[in-house]
């Protein structure tokens, strides 16, 4: 079989209604599967960069800043020490995924990875400095976040998750 790859230049419609809705419906399953099993199935990613080198997947839970309404959010990670990093790229679209605005709002929170439930984090935008430090690992981690960076015109923001 061969590797699966993301194309170097944006494919067309990544910014479109259906792509977005796309994504979502597929969050909402990983989200479920991972749930049943206790992140036994749906804890590492295996989309593009991820196909040969799988990525860990945490789950995110987040309070809607403006609905108070509870979500939660698949996204890969890298573990530093006691911190767990996340990056709001959203696969290079425009805009910056709804987690990361929510988050800022309401910073406190959990995360699910496998075999541990409910772990007590507080979210915050890593500063220029750590970003500097983490943008390399993150992409080691998952060489498609830096083709996500070339995507868009925002800078995608690194967020630290530290244990409360």
């Known amino acids: ?3 699966l790859s993301l194309p170097e230049e944006k494919p067309p419609g990544l910014d479109s209604p259906g792509a977005a809705k796309a994504i979502k419906v597929m969050a909402r399953v990983q989200v479920r599967v991972f ?6 199935i749906g804890n590492k990613w295996r989309i593009g960069a991820g196909f040969r080198k799988p990525v860990p997947t945490l789950l995110l839970e987040h309070v809607g800043r403006k609905s108070g309404t509870r979500f939660t959010t698949p996204l890969l ?5 006691d911190r767990l990093v996340v990056v709001g790229s959203q696969g290079g679209m425009p ?12 910073p406190d929170t959990r995360v699910h990875l496998k075999k541990r439930r409910g ?5 915050r935008v890593a500063d220029p400095d750590e970003r500097a430090e983490l943008w390399p690992r993150l992409v ?6 830096a083709k996500y960076a070339k995507w868009t015109d925002r800078e995608i923001p690194v967020v630290i998750l530290s244990p409360r």
């Open 119 to 123: 772990v007590q984090v507080t979210a």
């Open 95 to 106: 805009k910056h995924p709804q987690w990361y605005f929510n988050l800022r709002a309401n």
């Open 140 to 145: 080691e981690l998952y060489a498609d976040f």
């Open 35 to 40: 749930k049943l099993t206790n992140g036994r």
């Open 1 to 3: 079989m061969g590797r």
């Open 77 to 81: 990670y890298l573990e530093d020490g």
